[in-house]
Structure formats: structure tokens, C-alpha cells
């Protein structure tokens, strides 16, 4: 069998097919025969060959005596296992079920998309996503701070035929190819949603027999609109009246897919946003609804039950206070590039007495662990995996034998045997993944029981109905400085694969093409060389996720609601050195 799917954090999933030693897309399916460069290039990228220990190399098995012997030398409460996305596959969680058994710490919270999804389970009762089978039914799409040439490809072929409208800072690939492009204020999204249901009221374009079936407390939430001062709040947000207009008449009466991605919510009032938007499609009525919807990254757990253990204590993944452990065990994740504040994180790691990585590619995480073991890549290893924006569960199996690496579940039996905690053959872990789903008649494998049309019954709170904001907090932020756009960039998932250097900078700063600057917040600073980009707004600096240092100036601060990450709060200011 030569089927298996790309393992990265990314909404796409896509299903591969290796053949003569190649990763070829699979022509049928949502996948539709094209695969991104992360995955054209994939084998092209110099992985760990070989374990290390306080920087000799050494040995697989000399290795795996080491981690026991520190796991072993260390108390169970001061040992952390902190799990990263670098693959998303349902497999690589059974090293939490090790650690977890164990009685170590596990993480909680989100560096992703965990404002947005509280948001979304206050007002719906739970995170089921509008698939893309769904979109594809659509007539009108809202992207709304997502971009989708870079992080979802295969949405685009869906689009062809629909009217487009984006709302996003920067001109994006499909903001100018969009029927009507919004080139909003950053963190202005709250607001703009809140204004769209007051003037969808004002102009009866409510669906009052939606609002009236699931959603009575519609006419409450449009009082909290009018607390917003329109004049003003659309000046600050350079949204005029007539985009208002423009964006409802191109919605009312038809099938809506709104499109949203992370950026909107990476704030500390993010899930406020999402919220908002929640609350303007409600009033729309597009839940329950052929083609209509809201899609953001849904829970990709969603209907599946965990064979593993993972009850432990659990520490927060953005704030974490790595010092107060003593032996990290780091697993597909790079936190001192990734994780918020990274001169804080930098300094909690450097006080860890045993830091552990185990992952593919050498960064800065590696750079300072004491002892690396280099996992196996999923062309070498078996597993299963779900997505958060369809519902397909794809098997990925093993395509060739390497001596390099070892496998999260290898790893984790070794640990389990050594310290007698019980573990089931890899086999009986991916029945059990297999078991959620159920074969369709195109032949394909879905996770069972997700409805084809989220929230047909109603929605998922205790009485069924919508729950509307019922308080917000305005938007406040320095004036004087630029907003930091920190989004997803085209050659590197996240810090894998080939990473950005530059910072972005539109012409109107008075800065040229590769001057060497400081951009400060006051969390701290990096120094990067300038690239020019006019599909910036003249108050926004951006600087792409992966980007060596761009950490240093965000904040660990949590989100209001949800433990996320909050990677745009902080304001930025740009100097020449
Ligand atoms: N090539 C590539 N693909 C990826 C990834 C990657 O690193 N590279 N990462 C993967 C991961 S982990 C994730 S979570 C997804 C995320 O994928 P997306 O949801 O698309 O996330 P971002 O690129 O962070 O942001 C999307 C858009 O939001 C806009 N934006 C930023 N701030 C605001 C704002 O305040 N308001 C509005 N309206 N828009 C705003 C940005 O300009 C950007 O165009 O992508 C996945 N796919
Ligand atoms: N400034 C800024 N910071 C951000 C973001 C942003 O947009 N801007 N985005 C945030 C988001 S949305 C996310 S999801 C996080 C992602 O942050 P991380 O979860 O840290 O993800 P990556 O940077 O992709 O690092 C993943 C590491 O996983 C390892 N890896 C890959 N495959 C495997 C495998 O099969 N097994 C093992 N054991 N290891 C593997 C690779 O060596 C790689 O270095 O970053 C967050 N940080
Ligand atoms: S689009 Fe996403 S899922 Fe598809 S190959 Fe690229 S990274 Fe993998
Ligand atoms: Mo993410």
C-alpha cells in the first residue's frame, strides 16, 4: 500500500501517495492532485541523522538509556513533557500517555487557534466546523483574515465561481482578486462584525425565523451594537459606510461561507472577535443551512475518544515556567522560536538542569539541549490522522524502512516497558482511531457521526440557542506606534522548512530595501534587514511566523478566554541602526 497523508499543522491534510520514491499528490479527493512546497520539497530537507548527548554522538540505544536514566534521577513532579504540532497525526499524542502515566506535567492552553475556539463554544455550545464540502455549495465567501494561497491552497478551487469578499490588512493573492477587499485596521475586526449586525437589523435583513428558533436574545445583543459610535469607530477602522453597505447587500438572501483564519484572534480579546463574527452570521441565519456556515479550525478530535491516558497535572504551553522542572522532554515543537517572549523562554530553558528534544530538524531548540534524539518521519513510520477544516480520516502508513530516528510510538513502548506502565501494540491504537470513522460511498473515510451540516438541530448550549456577547471590551492600543502582523509565510511551516529573514515594511516608512533596522515593543527587539511591501497599510510592520527573533517582541500574556497565545497585541516601533 502506497497511501499516506502529509503530517503537518495545516488545514489542507492532504492524502499522498508514494510511488518510485516520490510524494505524489492523490488525484481524487479534496486533495485534487497538487500538494504545497512543504510537501513537493519535503525529502530535500536535512533531518537529524543522529542522536547526541552533551554534544558527542551517540548511539539509539545509548540514547534511550540516557532518557531513562535522567527520567529516572529526576522527580516525578519536576519532569515536563511539553508536545508541540510539527505533526499532526493522532499518533504522536501517545507519548503524553507515557509521560502522563508516568505522573510528569503535561501542557494546556494553545499558541494557535484557542482564543477563537472559546469564542466560538460560548456562543455555540462546541467547535463543529462548516466542511469544505459545504463551502463548496456556497455562493458568497467572507475570507476574513485568512489566506488562503498560503495556508490552505486547496480551498481555491472551491472559490472559482463565487463572490469574494476579504477582510484583512494586507492585500493578499486573494484580496485582489476579490469582488470587494476591506483593507481593515488591524484588531478592528470586533467592531466592524458588531456594525454589520446593527445594520443588518437597522435594514431588516435579519432572518427573524432563524432568530426566533435559536437565537431569542438577538434583539439584546443588538442594544450592545448600539453602544459603538459609528462615525467614529469606522474612521479608526477605515471602514467607510459604503463598504458596509457594498458587504450587505452582496450577503443578504444567500448562501454564506465566512472564512475565518487565526489572525483576527490573535489578541487578548480574541475570542471576542470570533464571537462577534459568530453573532453577525447568526443573524444572518447561516448555521444548519446548505452551503452556509462559519469555518474557522475546528476541533479535529472531535468525535473521537483518546486510548490514551493523558490525565495529569498540566502547566500553561505559553507562560510556561520551565525552570521550576528539571528535566524538559521536548517533542515536535521548537518553543524558543515559537512560543511568545522568547528572551523569557530562552532564559526559564536555561536553567533547566536536562533539556530533551526530540524532533526532525536542528533550531534553536535543539541548539541547546543536552540530549537529542531525532524522531522518524511519517515516510517511516505508521499513523493515522484527522484535519481541522474537513472531516477525512486518512491512514498513513509506513513507506520505507530508515535506520535514521525512532518512532514516537518505538519511544514511548521503550519508556512504558522500562518503568511498567502498560502500553498496546501500535496496531491496536490505530484500530481504535479507525473505528470513529466509516467509509463513504466515494470511497474515502470520514470520522463518524459529524454532521454534514453542523448545528442542523440547533445549537450545541444548554437550551439549544445561540448565546450572543453581552459585554465587549473596546479596542485600545498605542497609537503611536505600528501594529506587528505576525501571520503564516509561503516558504516555511512555521519554523520548519525554509525560514524567513527579512522584516516586511511598506515604502511610506522611509526605509529601503534591505537597511538593517531594530523593531522594539516593550517586551523586547529584533534586528532584521528590510524587504519592501506595498501590500502593507502604512501602520503595519510584518514580520512572518518562523522568522528568527520575531518572539522577542511578543508578549506571554494569555488571551482573556481560552489560554491562547496572544502573538499582535504588542505595538511595534522601527529604527534605523
Ligand atoms: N505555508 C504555511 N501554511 C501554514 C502554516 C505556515 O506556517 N506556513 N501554518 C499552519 C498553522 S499552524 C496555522 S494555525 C494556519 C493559520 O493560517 P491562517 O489562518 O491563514 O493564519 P495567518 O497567516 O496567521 O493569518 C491569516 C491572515 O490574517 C490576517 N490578519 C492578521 N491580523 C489581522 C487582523 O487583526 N484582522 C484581520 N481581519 N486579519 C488579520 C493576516 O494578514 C493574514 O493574511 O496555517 C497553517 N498553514
Ligand atoms: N510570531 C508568531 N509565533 C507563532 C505563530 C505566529 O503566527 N507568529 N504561530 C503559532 C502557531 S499557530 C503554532 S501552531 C505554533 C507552532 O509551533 P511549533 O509547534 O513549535 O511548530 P514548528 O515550528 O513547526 O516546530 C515543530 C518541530 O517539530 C519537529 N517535528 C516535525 N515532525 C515531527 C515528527 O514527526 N516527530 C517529532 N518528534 N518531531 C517532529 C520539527 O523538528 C520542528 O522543528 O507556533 C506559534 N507561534
Ligand atoms: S497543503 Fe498542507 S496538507 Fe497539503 S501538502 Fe501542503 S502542508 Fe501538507
Ligand atoms: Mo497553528
Redesign the pocket.
Known amino acids: 500500500m502506497n497511501n499516506t497523508a502529509c503530517?503537518l499543522?495545516c488545514y489542507d491534510s492532504c492524502e499522498i501517495i508514494y510511488e518510485n520514491e516520490r510524494i505524489k499528490a492523490k488525484k481524487s479527493g479534496h486533495t485534487r492532485g497538487f500538494l504545497c512546497p512543504h510537501l513537493n520539497h519535503y525529502e530535500k530537507n536535512l533531518q537529524?541523522q543522529k542522536p547526541r548527548y552533551n554534544g558527542k554522538e551517540i548511539s539509539m540505544e545509548e540514547a534511550l538509556l540516557i532518557l531513562k536514566e535522567l527520567l529516572a534521577s529526576t522527580e516525578k513532579n519536576e519532569i515536563l513533557h511539553y508536545r508541540?504540532?510539527?505533526?499532526f497525526?493522532l499518533m504522536?499524542e501517545v507519548s503524553d500517555h507515557f509521560f502522563a502515566s508516568y505522573g510528569a506535567t503535561l501542557t494546556n492552553g494553545s499558541?494557535?487557534?484557542g482564543a477563537g475556539e472559546a469564542g466560538i463554544i460560548e456562543g455555540r455550545g462546541s467547535n463543529k466546523n462548516m466542511p469544505l464540502s459545504q463551502i463548496e455549495k456556497s455562493e458568497v465567501v467572507i475570507l476574513w483574515g485568512r489566506n488562503p494561497h498560503t495556508t490552505s491552497s486547496h480551498l481555491l478551487p472551491l472559490l472559482k465561481d463565487k463572490q469574494i469578499i476579504v477582510i484583512d490588512p494586507i492585500k493578499t493573492k486573494i484580496a485582489k482578486i476579490a469582488d470587494l477587499y476591506i483593507q481593515i485596521q488591524p484588531r478592528g475586526d470586533l467592531e466592524l462584525a458588531m456594525l454589520l449586525s446593527r445594520f443588518l437589523h437597522i435594514e431588516h435583513g435579519c432572518d427573524e425565523q432563524f432568530l426566533e428558533e435559536h437565537a431569542s436574545e438577538a434583539e439584546d445583543f443588538y442594544e450592545l451594537t448600539q453602544n459603538i459610535r459609528i462615525k467614529a469607530v469606522l474612521d479608526k477602522i477605515n471602514v467607510s459606510l459604503g463598504d458596509i453597505g457594498d458587504i450587505l447587500a452582496m450577503v443578504r438572501a444567500r448562501k454564506v461561507a465566512i472564512i475565518c483564519g487565526?489572525g483576527i484572534q490573535?489578541y487578548r480579546n480574541g475570542s471576542e472577535v470570533i464571537r462577534a463574527i459568530d453573532a453577525f452570521a447568526t443573524n444572518l441565519g447561516l448555521f444548519g443551512k446548505e452551503g452556509c456556515g462559519v469555518a474557522y479550525l475546528g476541533n479535529s478530535r472531535e468525535g473521537i475518544e483518546s486510548p490514551f491516558n493523558t490525565k495529569a497535572k498540566k502547566v500553561s504551553k505559553v507562560d510556561t515556567k520551565f525552570s521550576d522542572f528539571k528535566t524538559v522532554f521536548i517533542?515536535?515543537?521548537?518553543?524558543l522560536?515559537?512560543?511568545?517572549n522568547s528572551l523569557r523562554v530562552a532564559s526559564e530553558i536555561s536553567s533547566v538542569k536536562n533539556v530533551i528534544y526530540?524532533?526532525?530538524?536542528e533550531?534553536e531548540?535543539?541548539e541547546v539541549a543536552s540530549l537529542v534524539i531525532p524522531?522518524?518521519?511519517?515516510l517511516h513510520?505508521n499513523d493515522i490522522r484527522t484535519s481541522y477544516s474537513h472531516n477525512a480520516m486518512i491512514n498513513m502508513l509506513k513507506q520505507k524502512d530508515s535506520d535514521i530516528g525512532i518512532s514516537?510510538y518505538e519511544l514511548s513502548k521503550y519508556l512504558c516497558n522500562e518503568f511498567g506502565i502498560d502500553i498496546k501494540s501500535e496496531d491496536d491504537y490505530i484500530k481504535h482511531f479507525k473505528n470513529f470513522s466509516v467509509q463513504n460511498i466515494d470511497g474515502f473515510y470520514y470520522v463518524e457521526n459529524r454532521e454534514e451540516i453542523p448545528y442542523q438541530d440547533g445549537f450545541d448550549t444548554d437550551d439549544n440557542e445561540f448565546v450572543f456577547l453581552d459585554e465587549f471590551e473596546a479596542d485600545q492600543h498605542e497609537e503611536e506606534k505600528l501594529f506587528l502582523i505576525?501571520?503564516?509565510s509561503p516558504k516555511s511551516?512555521?519554523?520548519?522548512f525554509d525560514r524567513e529573514e527579512s522584516v516586511y515594511l511598506p515604502s511610506s516608512m522611509g526605509f529601503k530595501e534591505n537597511d538593517l533596522v531594530i523593531i522594539e515593543s516593550s517586551v523586547g527587539s529584533v534586528e532584521l534587514r528590510v524587504k519592501i511591501n506595498n501590500d502593507l497599510r502604512d501602520d503595519c510592520v510584518l514580520?512572518?511566523?518562523?522568522?528568527k527573533g520575531?518572539?522577542n517582541l511578543?508578549s506571554s500574556l494569555h488571551s482573556y478566554e481560552g489560554q491562547n497565545?496572544i502573538?499582535q497585541e504588542e505595538m511595534v516601533v522601527v529604527k534605523s541602526i
Open positions: 503530517p499543522d537529524i508541540g504540532s510539527g505533526n497525526a504522536q499558541l494557535c487557534d487565526v490573535k517533542q515536535g515543537a521548537n518553543p522560536s515559537q512560543m511568545p526530540f524532533g526532525l530538524f533550531n531548540t535543539s524522531a522518524k518521519n511519517f513510520k514516537e505576525t501571520s503564516k511551516l512555521n519554523s520548519q514580520i512572518y511566523s518562523g522568522t520575531v518572539n511578543t497565545a502573538f
